[in-house]
């Protein structure tokens, strides 16, 4: 083997090594966006379940409010109360 054929082989394989490190950052960069996105999603799902649960108790206590304050359909408003929870 002459030297011309090793230095075209080594070329080679640093070119390959090259190609293989800028595939190795698009794959990082890509989980690192993934992971990101995932932990987006999930801080907005719990920012809109604190939300329904601060509004269901909002509604809740206006509810139990009313009902104390107006006896005639007070029964009937707590009854419904699990409903509109659901």
Not at 47 to 60: G, Q, T
């Amino acid at each position: 083997m002459g030297q011309g054929e090793e230095k075209e082989k080594e070329a080679k394989r640093s070119e390959k090594r090259a190609a293989e490190e800028v595939k190795e950052l698009a794959r990082e960069q890509a989980r690192r966006e993934a992971y990101l996105a995932r932990e987006k999603a999930t801080a907005e799902a719990q920012e809109a379940r604190k939300r329904k649960a601060d509004y269901l108790l909002v509604k809740l206590a206006a509810l139990v409010y009313n009902a104390n304050n107006s006896f005639g359909l007070g029964c009937y408003k707590l009854l419904r109360i699990p409903l509109d929870l659901y």
